[in-house]
């Protein structure tokens, strides 16, 4: 396919929007200028046009879960985000029994294999039982590096990221194991001090799982994993800007500590885009009341309802961040970390990767590799 998108909106080098218009061939960028002289196949009326959304951590979605070893549950909850303008996604799995692990990995290798999906995301179950959220404590492992790699080759090199608890016995070896493997190590869940924090990072941990959920908090005379985290140059953390997992000021400081290092995900369940009632998050009750998902019994948040679009749009609109800050944060920082150098931005070369906006900033179509996705809004 070529084509030329005229009378957008693009967010220009100081950040500001302005009008302009794309071409693209192929699965390709291959022009994009900031002034409204090109003949245009399609005009957009000064939509807004952002990159592709990148979502490094995601369990579901459209009342499907990554969980389910399902390949009709596996495609349903990728086309849900991909229609909300998730172009590239990883299926996080939770802690569960080695043989449920092996079973959803092999589910997932082929949409890995033909594009759908990215890569895995194994959530646990090396994390600690003290700061486990919503995981199954009867699943929770010690982060043996035999095992660890074991279950990384059952991934056959589709296992993206993994989250490690880097205190418990073993997990600072894990870490280099998995840094071996070619997978990226994520501190997360875990109760681990500064000094064992800054420990995993300089064995290669290079992200943060949900900063500041699921750890002690940041206090001013022990960091703890947070005041590492957020101000190693090394570390990419991620923000769910839920409304619900972190407060409007946290994701305002985040962003302008660590606004190139900062990513936005969604950590979104099966409930996404399918409404309130009972839904299973790996193997436990989850209820969803006004989109808030929370476990039966405790109430402890598992996961979220989340869309990236709804992540940026409550980033600018309620945490006061800039627009071109919090599209870096749902784009170019994940594909940074991940490795992806062909996407993330909207530059010549890239993969043809974008959202169109309308004025409320809601998701009016996305082009995933240089193709209309069927059902984006």
Same mark, same amino acid.
């Given at each position: 396919?070529?084509?030329?998108?005229?009378?957008?909106?693009?967010?220009?080098? &100081?950040?500001?929007?302005?009008?302009?218009?794309?071409?693209?061939?192929?699965?390709?960028?291959?022009?994009?200028?900031?002034? &409204?002289?090109?003949?245009?196949?399609?005009?957009?009326?000064?939509?807004?046009?952002?990159?592709?959304?990148?979502?490094?951590?995601?369990?579901?979605?459209?009342?499907?879960?990554?969980?389910?070893?399902?390949?009709?549950?596996?495609?349903? *909850?990728?086309?849900?985000?991909?229609?909300?303008?998730?172009?590239?996604?990883?299926?996080?799995?939770?802690?569960?029994?080695?043989?449920?692990?092996?079973?959803?990995?092999?589910?997932?290798?082929?949409?890995?294999?033909?594009?759908?999906?990215?890569?895995?995301?194994?959530?646990?179950?090396?994390?600690?039982?003290?700061?486990?959220?919503?995981?199954?404590? *009867?699943?929770?492992?010690?982060?043996?590096?035999?095992?660890?790699?074991?279950?990384?080759?059952?991934?056959?090199?589709?296992?993206?990221?993994?989250?490690?608890?880097?205190?418990?016995?073993?997990?600072?070896?894990?870490?280099?194991?998995?840094?071996?493997?070619?997978?990226?190590?994520?501190?997360?869940?875990?109760?681990?001090?500064?000094?064992?924090?800054?420990?995993?990072?300089?064995?290669?941990?290079? !992200?943060?799982?949900?900063?500041?959920?699921?750890?002690?908090?940041?206090?001013?005379?022990?960091?703890?994993?947070?005041?590492?985290?957020?101000?190693?140059?090394?570390?990419? !953390?991620?923000?769910?800007?839920?409304?619900?997992?972190?407060?409007?000021?946290?994701?305002?400081?985040?962003?302008?500590?660590?606004?190139?290092?900062?990513?936005?995900?969604?950590?979104?369940?099966?409930?996404?885009?399918?409404?309130? +009632?009972?839904?299973?998050?790996?193997?436990?009750? $989850? =209820?969803?009341?006004?989109?808030?998902?929370?476990?039966?019994?405790?109430?402890?948040?598992?996961?979220?309802?989340?869309?990236?679009?709804?992540?940026?749009?409550?980033?600018?609109?309620?945490?006061?961040?800039?627009?071109? $800050?919090?599209?870096?944060?749902?784009?170019?920082?994940?594909?940074?970390?991940?490795?992806?150098? &062909?996407?993330? =931005?909207?530059?010549?070369?890239?993969?043809?990767?974008?959202?169109?906006?309308? &004025?409320?900033?809601?998701?009016?179509?996305?082009?995933?590799?240089?193709?209309?996705?069927? +059902?984006?809004?």
């Amino acid at each position: 396919m070529s084509l030329t998108l005229g009378g957008v909106q693009l967010l220009a080098a &100081d950040g500001e929007l302005q009008r302009g218009w794309i071409s693209v061939v192929g699965d390709r960028f291959v022009g994009i200028g900031y002034d &409204d002289s090109a003949p245009a196949d399609i005009k957009l009326d000064g939509r807004t046009v952002l990159p592709g959304f990148v979502d490094m951590h995601c369990h579901g979605g459209g009342g499907a879960s990554y969980t389910s070893a399902d390949p009709e549950q596996i495609a349903r *909850a990728a086309q849900t985000h991909l229609a909300h303008g998730t172009t590239t996604t990883n299926a996080s799995l939770v802690s569960a029994t080695y043989g449920d692990l092996e079973r959803q990995i092999r589910a997932l290798i082929p949409f890995v294999d033909d594009g759908t999906l990215n890569g895995i995301h194994l959530e646990g179950p090396w994390i600690s039982p003290g700061y486990c959220g919503a995981h199954d404590p *009867a699943t929770l492992r010690n982060p043996d590096p035999v095992e660890v790699a074991r279950i990384l080759d059952i991934g056959e090199g589709r296992i993206a990221m993994v989250t490690i608890a880097p205190e418990l016995p073993g997990g600072v070896p894990s870490i280099e194991r998995i840094v071996a493997a070619g997978a990226i190590a994520a501190i997360g869940h875990t109760g681990a001090d500064a000094e064992t924090a800054r420990a995993a990072v300089d064995a290669g941990a290079t !992200v943060a799982t949900h900063l500041f959920n699921a750890m002690p908090p940041l206090l001013h005379r022990a960091a703890g994993p947070v005041g590492v985290l957020l101000t190693d140059p090394r570390v990419t !953390v991620e923000l769910i800007c839920d409304g619900h997992h972190l407060g409007p000021e946290v994701v305002s400081l985040t962003l302008a500590t660590a606004h190139d290092r900062s990513a936005l995900v969604t950590d979104a369940m099966a409930a996404a885009g399918s409404g309130d +009632g009972t839904y299973l998050l790996g193997d436990l009750e $989850v =209820e969803v009341t006004d989109g808030v998902a929370r476990l039966v019994p405790g109430g402890t948040l598992a996961g979220s309802t989340l869309f990236m679009d709804s992540a940026v749009r409550r980033a600018v609109r309620i945490a006061g961040v800039p627009l071109d $800050v919090a599209s870096a944060a749902a784009s170019a920082a994940p594909a940074r970390v991940l490795g992806l150098a &062909d996407r993330g =931005e909207l530059a010549v070369g890239q993969r043809a990767d974008l959202v169109v906006l309308d &004025d409320e900033s809601a998701v009016e179509r996305v082009m995933r590799s240089g193709e209309w996705v069927s +059902g984006s809004r």
